[in-house]
């Protein structure tokens, strides 16, 4: 039989903090968060010039030592976090938005701080993951967060191909220059009529909530991209603009959501075609931004 560590905790040892950020609009951060940037005495931030935005959107004085922790540097800088604790100061640990450690920095310090038995705790809050989640319309009861999809086409198509055939909604990070073609690879292994959802600038003055097939999105996103790339205004390169969660449906699971959705309603959820249909509080073009 294995055997099983109990790590102690160092009572003379700092705490380390993840704390959840809002995804859009700074209203949407807890007093809990509000407290915990007034008073704590270091914070390792993704983004130091975007804390420091959030803590003035909340009337907050920051007097923390603010250390820097993106990916290029996480793996550096985690020892020098985690001498901090052990000297017993509290570190709390925020990302641009969303929850840390989800396709964020944190995972390293947090197993860093973990195995020195120094005590890891959270104020929960915001996740882009869980909010494309409950609203996407998609079963909830089991899903898997896959992040970014691999960047080599090789590595995707694998990947891809692996989840075709999984049953749980399936939750992606995107970007917006890259979601037509990930559409369409998803197409190509998933079927085009398999339901899907782009959520795009969740929480944020331009939210818009797209739903359809992956076929149908993929069009959509490919139009959106040429709008971006012809208008002379935005001078874009073409790219759905924004921040983009993907929420597609596992296999076997879309028929109970369109029956229920169709003897409800007699007819499309959205209330159009069968391609895509917009949340119906947008009410502007697809991929335009403000």
Same mark, same amino acid.
């Given at each position: 039989? #294995?055997?099983?560590?109990?790590? =102690?905790?160092?009572?003379?040892? $700092?705490?380390? =903090?993840?704390?959840? @950020?809002?995804?859009?609009?700074?209203?949407?951060?807890?007093?809990?968060?509000?407290?915990?940037?007034?008073?704590?005495?270091?914070?390792?931030?993704?983004?130091?010039?975007?804390?420091?935005?959030?803590?003035?959107?909340?009337?907050?004085? &920051?007097?923390?030592?603010?250390?820097?922790?993106?990916?290029?540097?996480?793996?550096?800088?985690?020892?020098?976090?985690?001498?901090?604790?052990?000297? $017993?100061?509290?570190?709390?640990? @925020? =990302?641009?938005?969303?929850? *840390?450690?989800?396709?964020?920095?944190?995972?390293? &310090?947090?197993?860093?701080?973990?195995?020195?038995?120094?005590?890891?705790?959270?104020?929960? $809050?915001?996740?882009?993951? +869980?909010?494309?989640?409950?609203?996407?319309? &998609?079963?909830?009861?089991?899903?898997?967060?896959?992040?970014? *999809? *691999?960047?080599?086409?090789?590595?995707?198509?694998?990947?891809?191909?692996?989840?075709?055939?999984?049953?749980?909604?399936?939750?992606?990070?995107?970007?917006?220059?890259?979601?037509?073609? =990930?559409?369409?690879?998803?197409?190509?292994?998933?079927?085009?009529?398999?339901?899907?959802?782009?959520?795009?600038?969740?929480?944020?003055?331009?939210?818009?909530? @797209?739903? #359809?097939?992956?076929?149908?999105?993929?069009?959509?996103?490919?139009?959106?991209?040429?709008?971006?790339?012809?208008?002379?205004?935005? #001078?874009?390169? !073409?790219?759905?603009? !924004?921040?983009?969660?993907?929420?597609?449906?596992?296999?076997?699971?879309? +028929?109970?959501?369109?029956?229920?959705?169709?003897?409800?309603?007699?007819?499309?959820?959205?209330?159009?075609?069968?391609?895509?249909?917009?949340?119906?509080?947008?009410?502007?073009?697809? !991929? +335009?931004?403000?």
């Amino acid at each position: 039989m #294995g055997t099983v560590s109990i790590n =102690t905790v160092q009572e003379e040892a $700092g705490v380390l =903090t993840l704390a959840a @950020v809002p995804i859009g609009r700074a209203e949407d951060a807890s007093p809990r968060l509000a407290a915990a940037l007034a008073t704590t005495a270091v914070i390792a931030a993704e983004d130091s010039r975007r804390v420091r935005w959030l803590a003035a959107s909340l009337n907050v004085e &920051l007097t923390a030592r603010v250390v820097s922790y993106y990916d290029a540097v996480e793996a550096s800088r985690t020892a020098r976090l985690l001498e901090y604790l052990k000297a $017993g100061q509290d570190v709390l640990l @925020v =990302t641009d938005a969303g929850t *840390p450690g989800i396709s964020d920095p944190g995972y390293r &310090l947090v197993a860093a701080a973990a195995a020195a038995g120094i005590k890891v705790t959270a104020l929960p $809050g915001p996740s882009a993951v +869980t909010t494309a989640l409950a609203v996407s319309g &998609l079963p909830t009861d089991r899903f898997s967060f896959e992040g970014f *999809p *691999p960047r080599r086409p090789g590595d995707r198509n694998r990947r891809f191909a692996e989840l075709a055939a999984d049953p749980r909604t399936q939750v992606y990070f995107e970007s917006g220059r890259r979601l037509a073609g =990930t559409l369409d690879e998803l197409t190509a292994s998933h079927g085009a009529d398999r339901q899907a959802v782009v959520c795009r600038e969740l929480t944020k003055a331009h939210e818009e909530i @797209v739903r #359809g097939t992956l076929a149908g999105l993929a069009a959509w996103a490919r139009s959106a991209q040429a709008a971006q790339a012809g208008s002379r205004k935005s #001078g874009d390169s !073409g790219a759905v603009r !924004g921040e983009i969660t993907l929420v597609v449906a596992g296999l076997g699971r879309r +028929t109970r959501r369109d029956a229920a959705g169709r003897d409800a309603a007699g007819r499309d959820a959205a209330g159009r075609d069968a391609g895509t249909g917009r949340d119906a509080g947008t009410g502007r073009d697809a !991929g +335009t931004g403000p």
